[in-house]
């Protein structure tokens, strides 16, 4: 990987402050998407060691609750500082486990410090409430504490941003937390547990754990010590892990999976809506959950739009980023790959036809072609559910109260994209789509200042922003009588 710094790849956990290994000893291969080699290992820790975790996250939550919000943010602001003084290494670490391009995973290592630098400033400004009151003897006031020991369990998707979203705003409110990344994707999580024990986070205030999901899941939703469950990852393990937290009604926040209509219509800058699609949609390989999975058009710049979309994707270089300079890395693994396949086929089969790409590429592995197809119907497989790939299947529409119809047509409620000129659209658009983000005229919408979150089945709570901390707080009212 040539890191400048070898002591950020780590493959111990980091368990109330100290670096360890499974107490069976047993290791998972972490295994680099574009060449399928593997890269080190990481410890198979199981349900005893994650109850350590959460004992030392316990331990440790008195102390760090009863600094105040300036000594904690001071924490997080040198955190935040080694963070990008190490963002060349850090990234190098991403791509090698994760596959994105280098350039995609520098922009993510600063997107996840962002988190930590925002959170540790809005810790300061937790504010409470004085109410007037409904008795004259009696004073209302309300205050806001750290909801206390927290978990969190995160996806492969951002290695980095993932965690720092959540660990951000719960160290900055006063909370612990005990980390799962994903199997796929440890190191990166491993290091930032390496840069927060530099900066001087306290013992047990931040532990990563890795190992088998529903091991360590189970420990972390059943265990009563854990008071919130922070997840982002699929629909399916966000209702099963609501389930398990059902029985000691942890507080719950579920980023989860989405479907985000793409829309284009007769107005739009054209040259924009392409640029935008291409974001939108081809940001790590499609594998995220804001990503455009359906693009609808209106049939005046149907085929212009197609032509030059389509003359965009050509031009993406696919590769192995940690040799070549690529915009397009590997899928994650195999069923990721499978998934992509099985998407084209059922589109070719019902009527679909490709316009770009649609094979897998000649490099092998779990390279895929960036796949264009045009006249995609709302029967096809991938009207409904998310590929999570470099598949970009065009709609083509007639009116405005068509595509709202057909946008707001799933289970899925996160992010959606319009592109037009015309301000009463806007604002009937905006107002009609039932997604929890809505970007107009851009494809890119995630910032550390706004907030991020779903709708409907793609998940509840707030990332980022004044409302990512409030998911971190209890709210406690004070009746003082007797004045
Ligand atoms: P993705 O498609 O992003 O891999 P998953 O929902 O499968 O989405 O995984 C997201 C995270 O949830 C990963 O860290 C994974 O290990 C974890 N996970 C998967 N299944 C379970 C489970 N049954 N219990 C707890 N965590 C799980």
Redesign the pocket.
């Known amino acids: 990987m040539g890191l400048k710094d070898g002591r950020l790849f780590r493959e111990q956990c980091y368990v109330g402050g100290a670096w360890s290994d499974a107490d069976s000893g047993a290791k998972i291969d972490v295994v680099n998407p574009a060449t399928g080699q593997a890269i080190g290992t990481v410890p198979k820790l199981g349900a005893g060691e994650t109850r350590r975790a959460i004992e030392a996250a316990k331990d440790a939550l008195p102390g760090w609750r009863k600094k105040t919000a300036k000594e904690r943010a001071a924490v997080l602001r040198k955190w935040f500082d080694l963070i990008m003084e190490n963002q060349e290494d850090l990234a190098r670490l991403m791509t090698a486990e994760q596959g994105k391009p280098l350039a995609e995973s520098r922009g993510e290592i600063a997107y996840a410090a962002s988190f930590i630098e925002w959170f540790g400033e809005e810790g300061k400004r937790v504010y409470g409430d004085t109410i007037p009151s409904h008795r004259g003897d009696a004073r209302i006031v309300v205050i806001k504490e750290p909801v206390g020991v927290t978990a969190a369990?995160?996806?492969?998707?951002f290695p980095s941003a993932m965690i720092t979203r959540k660990a951000g705003p719960a160290l900055a409110a006063g909370c612990t937390m005990v980390v799962?990344?994903?199997?796929?994707t440890p190191y990166s999580a491993l290091a930032l547990a390496e840069l927060a024990e530099r900066a001087g986070v306290p013992k047990g205030v931040l532990s990563i754990i890795t190992g088998p999901?529903?091991e360590?899941?189970?420990e972390?939703?059943a265990n009563p010590v854990v008071r919130k469950l922070t997840?982002?990852?699929?629909t399916?393990?966000?209702k099963?892990?609501m389930a398990?937290c059902s029985d000691t009604l942890k507080k719950l926040t579920m980023e989860l999976g989405g479907n985000a209509p793409f829309i284009v219509f007769d107005d739009a800058d054209l040259d924009s809506a392409v640029e935008g699609a291409i974001q939108c949609k081809f940001r790590n390989m499609g594998q995220t959950c804001v990503c455009a999975n359906r693009i609808y058009v209106q049939s005046g710049v149907y085929d212009a739009f197609v032509e030059k979309f389509s003359a965009a994707v050509a031009k993406l270089r696919v590769g192995d980023a940690l040799k070549n300079e690529v915009d397009q890395g590997p899928l994650?693994d195999q069923s990721?790959y499978d998934k992509v396949r099985e998407h084209i086929d059922d589109a070719l089969s019902k009527g679909g036809s490709i316009v770009q790409g649609g094979k897998p590429h000649e490099l092998g592995g779990l390279f895929y072609q960036p796949t264009v197809i045009r006249d995609v119907t709302q029967e096809m497989k991938v009207a409904k559910e998310e590929t999570?790939g470099p598949l970009a299947p065009v709609f083509r529409f007639e009116t405005e109260e068509e595509v709202l119809a057909k946008a707001n047509d799933t289970e899925f409620g996160l992010a959606s994209y319009y592109f037009t000129r015309d301000i009463g659209r806007i604002w009937r658009m905006s107002e009609g789509l039932e997604y929890g983000i809505v970007g107009i005229n851009t494809g890119l919408i995630s910032s550390e200042v706004a907030p991020f979150g779903g709708m409907k089945e793609s998940g509840f709570g707030r990332e980022g922003s004044k409302y990512g901390i409030e998911d971190y707080v209890e709210v406690k009212y004070l009746l003082m009588a007797g004045i």
């Open positions: 369990i995160t996806p492969w998707n799962k990344p994903a199997t796929q999901a529903s360590i899941g189970g972390l939703t997840f982002t990852g699929s399916d393990v966000g099963k892990l398990q994650i990721g999570f």
